[in-house]
Every structure is written in C-alpha cells, then in structure tokens.
C-alpha cells in the first residue's frame, strides 16, 4: 500500500532558529502533497498544497515566508519552519494523495517545540 | 465551500458495545467522504471512504459507515468496540479530485471503557 514518510517526529528547536520537515512517498509519485497543523486536541488546519515543480498554494492566513514549502521531486517535499517561535510550536502532518486508489495518505507526524 | 460538523467532541462507550460517530457535512456539489483514525501522536490512519456506489461502505477494523444524501450525513458505526479503538476520529470531506483539498471536521474521541 501507498506509504508517506515524515521525518524527523519529534523536534525541539531555539526561538529564532530554522526546522525542516520532510516529507516521503516511499512506493509511489506524489504529484501533490498537503502540509496541516493540528494544535493539542484540534482538528487539523491545512496549511499548504505542494506541487512537484511549482509554488506552494497557501491557504488564507498562512505565512507563506515563515512556512517555506519546497516540492522539488516526485517523492519529496518539505516544510521549512524559518525563524521559529514558541507559538509554532505544534504537531505538524503531511498527506500526499495516491492516484490508484483515490485515497490521501498521511506522514506520521512531527512534534514541533520550540523553546 | 464545504464543510464537516462532528457534533460528538467525546464519545465514552463500554467495551463490546455498539458506537456511533455522527458526521454531516455541508456542499454545494457531490463530494467524496472518509473517516479516519489518529492515535496519540500519530499521523492518520484511512478507516474508509465513499466516493460512489453503494451507500453502506465497509473499512477496517470492523468500521462501517452510511452515506446518506438526503441528511447529508456520513456516521461511522461499529457493533462491538474493543479496548484498542480508544483513539481520536475525523470525518473528511472533498468536494471533487481536481481541488484535492480535504476539509477535516474537529474529531470525536472515542473512548472504550472497560
């Protein structure tokens, strides 16, 4: 089955200070991936669409210079928290959409702290 | 624009007993519908989805659920619950496969008791 790798799922970072998340599809393209927030029991906020070979499509309110999205292969792309703040702290998920089976799969998540 | 309602922000159920999870949603066009499962400090895990066809959709770990047009709803429903389904529960809606985007409801968290 179709399978998305997020690395690293945990992270604890200096205030002012720049994090990367990736974000793998291990056994098939992604031509789009999905980047979402989820605060501590919340649902999730979904924050960005990553296009292979394109901008990023950010949604209303979110900063499109602080939250750096970056889709440059089939299989990869990552979100680059810039200049962190303890209020970025948060669970950060990524999805990718699977074309066979219509279906979106999600990473496992990364626990952003920033101190 | 869509949107998803899950009325249900907890849910306590005894072990072995039936549960419901209510999801309505609103669209103005058809839209393709899923739930899925979060446990604790992890990513999501798809339980099921309807995209077309038959209305009663079957998932994994013995999870059901019901489109219903009419009542725009989609409630997921499993006979006997176990101890291991203790997790959180979102129901997901996309209006179509060119926008992509899910909009996800704000989740119930079911919890077994013993």
């Known amino acids: 089955g179709a399978v998305v790798s997020q690395h690293p799922s945990r992270v604890i970072c200096k205030s002012g200070t720049s994090v990367k998340i990736e974000c793998r599809s291990l056994?098939?393209?992604?031509?789009?991936m999905f980047w979402y927030r989820q605060f501590p029991k919340q649902s999730l906020m979904l924050m960005a669409t990553s296009n292979e070979g394109s901008k990023a499509t950010y949604e209303q309110g979110v900063e499109k210079d602080k939250f750096l999205i970056n889709h440059a292969s089939l299989t990869l792309s990552t979100l680059t928290v810039t200049s962190a703040h303890p209020e970025d702290s948060s669970f950060y998920i990524c999805?990718?959409?699977?074309?066979?089976?219509?279906?979106?799969?999600f990473g496992s998540g990364t626990r952003l702290t920033v101190v | 624009a869509q949107s998803v309602t899950q009325l249900d922000s907890q849910v306590p159920v005894f072990e072995e007993a039936p549960v419901e999870l209510r999801c309505n949603y609103s669209?103005?066009?058809?839209?393709?519908l899923f739930w899925y499962v979060q446990y604790p400090n992890q990513g999501l895990q798809l339980l099921l989805k309807y995209l077309s066809g038959s209305t009663l959709v079957k998932g994994i770990n013995g999870f059901e659920a019901e489109f219903n047009k009419s009542q725009t709803s989609f409630h997921l429903r499993k006979p006997s619950v176990h101890i291991s389904d203790t997790a959180e529960y979102f129901c997901a809606v996309s209006e179509n496969f060119g926008n992509e985007k899910l909009t996800f409801g704000t989740g119930t968290r079911l919890t077994i008791i013993p």
């Open positions: 056994d098939f393209q992604a031509t789009t």
């Open positions: 669209s103005s066009v058809s839209v393709y």
């Open positions: 999805s990718a959409r699977s074309q066979g089976n219509y279906g979106y799969t």
